[in-house]
Every structure is written in C-alpha cells, then in structure tokens.
C-alpha cells in the first residue's frame, strides 16, 4: 500500500520531469545547432569522456610499446639507413623548393601581389577515432593550451585532411573532409576552375558537385584548397579526380575524387596555422563558385 | 535495506560507454548493439525510484559529447523512451524474455527515429540502408545482458521490488 501510494506521487511527477527534461534537450539543441554556445558545457563534459577514451586505449598503447620494445635490433639499423636515405633525398627537393619559392617571391613582388609568409605547423597524435559509422571524426591529442582552434586545418603528409570541430580539455575533435557534413572549396590545378569538394562519408571519396557539363576538367586533374572562404591555407592538395560522368537531363556532372590525405592511415597528423580564428559558426566555408 | 544501488548503476552506464566507444573494425560497427540505451532501460524497469528519466538525460548527454552529436540529440531521444519504461514498468517485469526483448526493440526503434530525425532537421541524416541494425542485434543481446544485469543487482543491490 505505502508503495502504491509512493507510485502514484511518483506518476505526476515523472510526467513533470520528462517534461521539463525534453524541453530542456531540445532547447540544448537549438542552442548548439543555432549558436554554438555550448562550447564550454561540452569541455566540461568531455572530462567525463577523457579518462574513459584513456583506458580504452590502454590495452593498445600496452601492445604498441611491447612491439616498439621487441623491434629487432637489424630491424632499427634498417629503418635508420632507410630514412637517412630519404632524408638526403627530401632535403635535395627542398633545395629546390627553396629556390623556387624565392622565384616566386620574386615574382609576386614584380607583380606587386605579396604572398603570405610560410604557415606554422605542430605535429599531432590521432586518439581515437570516432565509433560511429555515420561519421568521419578523429580525435587528436592538443587542445587550446597548444593552441588549437575552431576551424583550424589539419593536414597530413600528403594533403588536406579536415578541420578541428570542438576544442575539449586534453584533445580536440577534427571533422574529416570525408564527413558527409563536410565542404571544402577548392580549385582545379590545371585551370584554375573553382569549386567546392563535399565528403560523402565514404574516406576514399570525395565529391566535387555544382560543376556544369562543359567545364574544362578531366580524370587525373589535381584538385586543391583554393582558401576562399578562409577557413584552409589555399594550394594544398585536396585530391584527384577519379572519374567524371556527365548524365544526360542532370544539370550538373558527377565527379568523383580521391582524396591524396590518407584519412585512414595516418596516426600523426600536422596542425596548422594560416590565419588567425575568424568566425567560428559556420561550418561550411562559403567558397561556392 | 537498500545498499546505495547508485554505484552498480552508474558503473554498469559508464562501462557501456566505454563498450560504445571501443573502437573496432569498420562492419561491426554497423552492428554495434546501443549498450548505453539497453543498461538503462534495464535499470528503469528494475530499480525504477532510482534509475530514471534524470539518469537518462546525464547519460544521453555524455553519449552526445563522446559521438560528437548535437548537444541533446540522444538526451532527448533516451528521456523518452526511459519515460515509457517507467510508465509501463510494472507490465514489462512480468513478460518473457522474448516478448521483453520485442518490447526493448521497439524502444530502441524510438530512439533510434528520435535521434534520425533530429539529424534529419539539422540535415545530416545518414544513409539509412543499416541505420536499423543495431536495433535487432539489441533485441538479440538483450536476454543475456537481462541476465547479467540481473545478477549484478542481486549481488550488489538488495532490491527495492520484488
């Protein structure tokens, strides 16, 4: 009987709390949807998350060192000789990178169109990769005390991979350009022709919409970031297109891209500095044609 | 009598996020059962004064910063259907197992429309082809992990009911 009782106070309660607890999510959701406000709520929540990402790691990080430890000892000398041959072979293209970026200077200054100085970048270690198959999210292991922003580039060895989403304590969350929320605007090496590559939330595709039948491009063209909108350092590569079709009653052709960052592979990424955080609401770099 | 349930709760919740975040090849986690939601509608039903619609929302919100969701997306989706469990509790205690793992599909269909739709408002809605996958392999895993829970709150929590 006393239980009874207990349960029916507790009904018009419960109406009461789910209540008052969906209005609140859903005004949580339009506040994060519409303003991004929520920033500081979701890094207080994130050190909940933190420590768990941490012992999920654990067991992994145990076998990498035991495999670092155990490397043998012709493997090291091996891989040392290896690398110092690519070094030698790396700093004789840098000589003439060098060069030419002097060239170039040169160049611009004749021109009277001043180029940028060169942008700063800090290495980064992927964390974890996010769960859901919906999604192509990293987490990396700097937050604001290294300097990460909203909005930031981050690339690899070979090219653009995406841009830091969140900034929580101890890691920061990095959309892909493979996310199927995810644009970028680029423009085609060869031409000059601009555009915006959109992920498709396949990592090994890339989607380069909104370009008309007769525009001049064709399979094998290099694509990079062009830095409209100011979100990503132009001339990085982005990707190569992979294939062009043309349906006929479609305005637009269908073009597909591979993506020269390896989204899938790298585990140290690079952080970089171009300029600094500008507006950090929209996702979506406005760089469209 | 009641020896602080809260701890064997909130420890199950947080190892079944711990289970949702573990990373695993890429096709299983098409299949990947939604642990957060099923510990929770196990402890809505059996410790119903403790587990609740409150519990609920924490737990939706730490699973919408770990999965990078808008803020309030499973919050919502999980305080309506830990809502249902709590209204229909008394019913689903005495079913089978069968017929509760059926009842636990459909709450976890819920969810799983509440969080596609408010995707689909704030247009990011997902290629729904396998979006329902881990609904079934729910319905699958949920007599185990009934009975596993089970003997977790008769070993640590002297129930309140029953």
Redesign the interface.
């Known amino acids: 009987m006393v ?1 009874m009782n ?1 349960l029916f106070q ?2 018009t309660s ?2 009461i ?2 209540i008052i ?2 209005m ?6 339009i ?3 519409r303003w991004n406000h ?1 920033e500081n ?2 890094k207080g ?2 050190n ?2 933190y420590p ?2 941490y ?2 790691n654990i067991p ?1 990080e145990f076998v990498q060192w035991i495999d670092e430890s155990i490397t043998s000892h012709n493997k090291l000398l091996e891989d040392n000789k290896r690398l110092k041959a690519d070094h030698l072979l790396f700093e004789a293209r840098l000589q003439k990178m060098d060069t030419l970026e002097l060239e170039n200077q040169r160049l611009r200054s004749l021109l009277g169109t001043p180029r940028k100085a060169s942008e700063r970048v800090l290495i980064a270690e992927i964390f ?8 192509r ?1 990293i987490n990396i292991n700097k937050d604001a005390d290294d300097g990460a922003y909203i909005g930031q580039a981050i690339i690899d060895a070979y090219g653009i991979m995406g841009q830091i ?2 900034v929580n304590e101890n890691s920061s ?1 990095v959309m892909l350009i493979s996310d ?2 995810h644009a970028i605007p680029i423009q085609i090496n060869r031409t000059g022709l601009r555009g915006t590559v959109f992920g498709t ?1 396949d990592s090994s595709k890339l989607e380069l919409r909104f370009i008309p039948h007769n525009a001049n491009i064709k399979e094998g063209d290099i694509v990079s970031s062009s830095g409209l909108g100011g979100r990503f350092p132009p001339n990085y590569p982005v990707g190569v297109i992979n294939s062009i079709e043309r349906p006929a009653g479609e305005t637009f052709a269908s073009i597909d891209i591979t993506p020269s960052a390896k989204l899938d592979q790298s585990r140290e990424v690079l952080m970089l500095w171009h300029n600094a955080p500008a507006d950090t609401n929209s996702l979506e770099s406005p760089g469209k044609k | 009598m009641i020896q602080k349930p809260y701890i064997p709760i909130t420890i199950s919740l947080l190892f079944a996020l711990m289970l949702s975040m573990l990373p695993l090849p890429g096709w299983i986690n098409h299949i990947r059962p939604d642990w957060v939601t099923l510990v929770l509608i196990y402890w809505a039903m059996a410790l119903p004064l403790t587990a609740g619609v409150m519990t609920a929302f924490v737990f939706g919100l730490l699973l919408d910063v770990s999965q990078s969701t808008l803020l309030g997306q499973h919050a919502l989706a999980l305080v309506i259907i830990i809502y249902l469990v709590q209204r229909l509790y008394l019913r689903i205690r005495v079913y089978t197992l069968i017929q509760q793992a059926i009842f636990v599909g459909v709450l976890l269909a819920i969810k799983q429309l509440v969080v596609l739709w408010v995707s689909g408002i704030t247009n990011n809605a997902p290629d729904i082809t396998l979006y329902f996958l881990p609904t079934l392999t729910g319905v699958f895993i949920w007599p185990w992990l009934f009975i596993l829970l089970r003997d977790i709150r008769r070993r640590f929590c002297h129930s309140q009911h029953r």
Not at chain 1, 24 to 29: G, N, P, Q, V, Y
Not at chain 1, 128 to 135: A, G, I, L, T
Request: proline share 2%; net charge positive; no cysteine.
């Open positions: 239980e207990a507790n009904r419960l109406v709390r789910a607890l969906i609140f999510s859903i005004a949580l959701m506040a994060d949807h929520l709520l979701r929540l994130s909940i998350i768990l990402r012992t999920i992994a974890s990769v996010e769960q859901d198959p919906y999604k999210l989403i969140h969350t199927s929320n939330g």
